[in-house]
């Protein structure tokens, strides 16, 4: 531990128990009694730091400040976990195609950038040594996203045309936007359909025009959301929840045994090396992609229905290759 992540070791214990004894301190930091008083007294001098010791209690705490100046510690070299988030989240803001919300992240950006400086290299040289990449990302029209944003936020009804692409058809409907959500590198709009009378998903950059409405939007609670969308596997949803059960080749099983499909997953090892792993799900377009990703090296055990799909979608693959 360096002198910096010292100080705001310090910091935290005696936000956390108010009251630090010596010895609490100089065994947390790993630290000599001759390193710890000089380290208060230079968060004292350098930083303000109102730190004080308490006779009664025998600790140091926080006091008053007894002089101008605000309490404000050092930047902090973040370690890897943490620039990885500062990162992903530097680059969601930075990279919302096309632009998404620009005017308004300027200063945040400029904020993640000063605190990835604070270390010891410049925000610059990490974001060239570490890379977050986007794949699969779909183009949405920075209009249409503010609109959205903004009924949702201010709880207004939306006028939506929306591009099925499942069934290549167009439709004009109103909505009361409920949850915007990013999944899988895009946007979804979950909403109650007053066309349908039922909660649904839209792709945001499905939509081919979108305008606010003065009607204020009606309320769904969170539970009754997350059994419509969180229960099974996959953005797509559903009423009926199955469980598909897919077992998983020994050489592919040392990744899939440490992936997260889904919250309420099970595994497990086979004698053989192989991994079962069973999921829940609702609808199965997305589970079939997701399952056919691994080729060769995953086989739908059950159920039934589901293994018949998956087999007529590789027999239709073949087909195209003159394998049918």
């Known amino acids: 531990m360096d002198r910096t992540e010292r100080f705001y070791k310090i910091d935290q214990l005696i936000r956390e128990r108010e009251t630090v004894s010596q010895k609490a301190f100089l065994e947390e930091l790993g630290i000599s009694a001759a390193t710890f008083k000089r380290d208060i007294e230079y968060m004292r001098n350098r930083f303000n730091a109102p730190i004080v010791w308490d006779r009664k209690s025998r600790g140091y705490r926080f006091g008053q400040h007894s002089r101008g100046g605000a309490y404000e510690l050092p930047g902090l070299w973040f370690n890897a976990s943490e620039i990885h988030a500062l990162l992903t989240m530097r680059q969601l803001l930075a990279d919302l195609q096309p632009r998404l919300l620009e005017p308004h992240i300027q200063p945040l950006l400029a904020r993640l950038n000063a605190l990835l400086g604070t270390g010891e290299h410049e925000w610059q040289e990490v974001e060239k040594r570490v890379r977050v990449f986007h794949v699969a990302r779909r183009t949405v029209d920075l209009q249409h996203f503010e609109v959205v944003a903004q009924a949702l936020l201010k709880r207004r009804r939306l006028r939506i ?164």
């Open 161 to 324: 045309v929306h591009y099925n692409r499942n069934t290549d058809e167009t439709s004009e409907r109103t909505v009361s936007p409920l949850r915007l959500i990013h999944y899988r590198e895009n946007w979804y709009l979950d909403a109650w359909c007053h066309l349908r009378n039922a909660i649904r998903s839209f792709a945001v950059d499905a939509l081919h025009s979108a305008s606010a409405q003065l009607e204020t939007a009606v309320e769904i609670p969170d539970e009754e959301l997350d059994r419509k969308f969180a229960t099974g596997c996959g953005i797509f949803s559903g009423s009926e929840i199955r469980w598909a059960e897919l077992r998983f080749t020994p050489e592919r099983a040392r990744w899939v045994s440490r992936e997260i499909w889904h919250p309420k997953q099970k595994g497990r090892f086979e004698p053989d090396g192989s991994y079962t792993l069973e999921i829940p799900y609702s609808e199965d377009p997305e589970l079939i992609m997701d399952i056919l990703k691994y080729g060769a090296d995953v086989e739908v055990i059950a159920p039934e229905p589901l293994r018949a799909r998956l087999k007529e979608t590789i027999r239709v693959m073949a087909a195209r290759y003159g394998q049918g």
